[in-house]
C-alpha cells in the first residue's frame, strides 16, 4: 500500500522575505490544504496573504497556532525573534521548520532545544544550503571515505556588506549580531556536516571591524581555527564587509577538504555566471543602485524565474513539507545541531573577544565573558 499523504494546515510566523518565499512554495504543494499568516507589520500581511492566497492573516502569532486547522510551523521572524513562537508551539506538538539560526542568544537557544526535545517535537533548522547538489555529493564523498581520513578543512566567505548592513539596520543590539551568528553559521554547518563522525574541543578566532565598526558598531570578518578531538582542524574566515560593487549580490564559498587519501575542493563563488548591465540591478538580497555587475545566483535562497523560486529553498521547503505529510526522512539539521551551530559561532565570537584560545563546548555563563 502507498502511504497516504496528511493533509497539512499550515501557520507561518513572520511573513518577510523568507515567510514570503515559503509561503508561495507551500500554496503550490499538494498537500497543503489551508495556509495562515501572522505578521507584525499590516501592510506586508496584507500584501503577502494576498500573493499566497492564505486563508487566515493575523498580527497576534498565538491566535494563528491556537486555529485548529494548523497541524505544522514556520517560524520565519527576525533571527533574534524565533524564541515566543516555538515556545507557544510547543505546547501544541506542532512539527516546525524554524530558520536560523535557533536563536541569538546561547542560554534561550538552550531552553529552546531542551523545550522541543522535552516535548518530542520534529523540528528542523533551515540550514538551507544541505539541498544542493554539490554539498550532497561532497557529504556522500568524504562519509563513503574517498578522502581517507579528513585531516584539515578550509572555507572561505566572502559577503557583500550590503547584507551585513541591512541586519545592523534591522536590530537595535548590534552585540547580537555577528557575521558568524548571522552569516558564517550557513559555511560553519556545512563544514560541521560533513565532519559529523569529529567532536570539535577548541577554538581560536580574531576579528577586524574597520569598514562596519565606525557607522553600525559591527564586526567586518571573522577569521577561526577549530580544533577536534583527533586532531585535526577546520581553518575558516568570514567577511561580511566587502564593498557594495562587489559582484557576489550575497554569498561566495569556497571549501577545501584535505584528507589522508584524497582532497575535495568545491567552489562555490558564483563566479562562472556573471551578468554586466548599464541599467539599475533590480534583484538579490538588498537592490542597489551602484551594483552593475553580478555574480548571479549567490542568493542562497534561490533565484525567480518563470515567476517562481528556482533553487536550494524551494527544495528545502518541499522536502520538508513532504516529511510532514509523510513522514519521508530529509537531510534538514536537527535542533540540536542548531544549538550546536550557535554555541560554536558564539564560542568564535567569544575567542576573538578574549583575544584567546576557548574550550569546546561553552555554556551561556561562558558567553558572557568579555563583553
Ligand atoms: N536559509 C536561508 O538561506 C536564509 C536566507 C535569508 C534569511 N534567512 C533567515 O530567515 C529569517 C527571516 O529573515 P528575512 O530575511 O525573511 O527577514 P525579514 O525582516 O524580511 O522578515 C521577518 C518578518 O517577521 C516579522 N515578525 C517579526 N516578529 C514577529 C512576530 N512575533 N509575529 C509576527 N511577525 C513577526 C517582521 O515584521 C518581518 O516582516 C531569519 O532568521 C534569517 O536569518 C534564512
Not at 38 to 45: D, L, T, V
Not at 89 to 110: H, N, V
Request: one cysteine or more; aromatic letters at 6%.
Amino acid at each position: 500500500m502507498r502511504k497516504q499523504a496528511k493533509k497539512i494546515g499550515l501557520a507561518i510566523v513572520g511573513a518577510g522575505r523568507v515567510g514570503l518565499i515559503r509561503g508561495e512554495l507551500a500554496a503550490r504543494h499538494p498537500a497543503v490544504e489551508w495556509i495562515g499568516i501572522a505578521e507584525k507589520n499590516p501592510e506586508r500581511a496584507k500584501l503577502v496573504g494576498d500573493k499566497i492566497g492564505a486563508e487566515f492573516v493575523t498580527a497576534d502569532y498565538r491566535e494563528l497556532i491556537s486555529r485548529p486547522e494548523v497541524n505544522a510551523l514556520i517560524v520565519s521572524t527576525d533571527e533574534h525573534l524565533h524564541v515566543d513562537p516555538i515556545l507557544a508551539a510547543c505546547e501544541r506538538g506542532l512539527p516546525m521548520l524554524i530558520e536560523k539560526p535557533l536563536a541569538t542568544d546561547l542560554g534561550e537557544s538552550q531552553m529552546v532545544m531542551d523545550a522541543l526535545e522535552h516535548a518530542g517535537i520534529d523540528a528542523v533548522i533551515g540550514y538551507t544550503q544541505r539541498f544542493r547538489r554539490r554539498w550532497l555529493v561532497a557529504k556522500e564523498k568524504v562519509r563513503n571515505g574517498s578522502l581517507g581520513e579528513v585531516t584539515m578543512v578550509t572555507s572561505r566567505a566572502f559577503m557583500n556588506r550590503l547584507v551585513a548592513i541591512d541586519n545592523y539596520k534591522r536590530s537595535d543590539n548590534p552585540a547580537e549580531i555577528s557575521p558568524m551568528v548571522i552569516s558564517g553559521t550557513h559555511a560553519l554547518d556545512i563544514v560541521m556536516w560533513l565532519m559529523e563522525a569529529k567532536k570539535p574541543v577548541e577554538v581560536y578566532a580574531r576579528s577586524v571591524n574597520k569598514a562596519l565598526g565606525p557607522t553600525w558598531q559591527g564586526i567586518d570578518g571573522t577569521a577561526y581555527t577549530i580544533t577536534f578531538d583527533d586532531g585535526a582542524i577546520y581553518h575558516g574566515v568570514i567577511s561580511w564587509a566587502l564593498p557594495e560593487v562587489w559582484p557576489g549580490a550575497v554569498y561566495s564559498l569556497e571549501v577545501g577538504a584535505v584528507g589522508t587519501e584524497g582532497v575535495l575542493t568545491i567552489d562555490d563563488t558564483h563566479r562562472d555566471i556573471v551578468l554586466a548591465t548599464n541599467l539599475v540591478q533590480g534583484e538579490g538580497y538588498a537592490p542597489d543602485k551602484r551594483r552593475h555587475v553580478d555574480f548571479l545566483t549567490s542568493y542562497p535562497v534561490g533565484d525567480m524565474a518563470l515567476g517562481e523560486l528556482r533553487g536550494p529553498m524551494r527544495e528545502e521547503t518541499n522536502s520538508w513539507l513532504n516529511r510532514v505529510a509523510l513522514g519521508s526522512t530529509t537531510q534538514h539539521a536537527t535542533a540540536r545541531e542548531g544549538h550546536n551551530r550557535l554555541m560554536l559561532t558564539k564560542a568564535i565570537d567569544l575567542s576573538a573577544r578574549l583575544k584567546k584560545p576557548v574550550s569546546l563546548p561553552i555554556s551561556p555563563e561562558d558567553e558572557k565573558r568579555g563583553r
